[in-house]
């Protein structure tokens, strides 16, 4: 059972405008969530976390909001740019020390 | 930049042969992962090493596959009597033992069966 969901597979934006992109848990106990990118034949880049205690974390056109009582999180882009291009996983963990539990990804597409 | 190294890249191979892959971490990281990642998946995590203790191992990890982390700096994972659902992407990731720190991901070595 797929304890991290990003239901979106895909999800295409203008370029400056703001990308959201969508992510659910079903594990109340993680308390380290995580959003990585990622580019063909390269390994997935750290982006961007939020510990549990928090309910919205920035840096630069990165922010991540977390809505526990609803287990989802997401992750805004603003403004959208042509290299956001990319597969973006969603993850949680129990602890910033543990495992990290991956969703399936959504490619977001940046239009020109 | 001294980033997280995996070796080889790409490793073709015939079913049944065994096969290593090597990571080397950022070297202060006192810890490090394997994760598998097949097509359409997120990556999948293995088993998980604290300097050179194995600390946790996912059932995923049939007894056909070892990881080692001898010194507590690099890592190998074998995989043994490879079978094709063995192809995939293998990811090695390390952090450091500070609280919540992200971990940081090398390219992967992908390996295909034939």
């Known amino acids: 059972d797929q304890q991290v969901k990003q239901n979106s597979p895909s999800l295409s934006v203008q370029e400056g405008r703001i990308s959201i992109l969508n992510c659910d848990y079903t594990?109340?106990?993680?308390?380290?969530f995580l959003w990585y990118k990622k580019y063909p034949a390269e390994g997935p880049t750290f982006l961007i976390s939020?510990?549990?205690?928090?309910d919205k974390n920035e840096d630069g056109r990165f922010t991540v909001f977390l809505n526990k009582s609803a287990k989802h999180l997401s992750l805004h882009i603003v403004p959208s740019q042509p290299g956001d291009s990319a597969v973006y996983f969603c993850?949680?963990?129990?602890?910033?020390?543990?495992?990290?539990?991956f969703g399936k990804g959504t490619r977001l597409h940046i239009l020109p | 930049d001294t980033g997280v190294s995996q070796d080889p890249r790409h490793k073709i191979t015939k079913r049944g042969q065994n096969v290593t892959f090597r990571c080397d971490p950022i070297?202060?990281?006192?810890?490090l992962y394997w994760y598998r990642q097949t097509l359409g998946q997120g990556p999948e995590f293995l088993t998980y090493?604290?300097?050179?203790?194995?600390?946790?191992k996912s059932r995923l990890l049939s007894d056909r596959f070892s990881a080692e982390r001898p010194k507590g700096s690099f890592s190998t994972l074998e995989i043994q009597r490879t079978e094709q659902g063995d192809s995939a992407m293998y990811l090695c990731?390390?952090?450091?033992?500070?609280?919540?720190?992200?971990?940081?991901f090398g390219d992967g070595t992908r390996l295909s069966i034939l």
């Open positions: 594990n109340s106990m993680f308390d380290y």
């Open positions: 090493f604290q300097n050179e203790a194995q600390l946790e």
């Open positions: 990731a390390s952090s450091s033992l500070a609280v919540s720190q992200p971990q940081h």
């Open positions: 993850a949680a963990s129990l602890g910033g020390d543990d495992k990290i539990i």
């Open positions: 070297s202060e990281h006192n810890r």
């Open positions: 939020i510990s549990s205690i928090k």
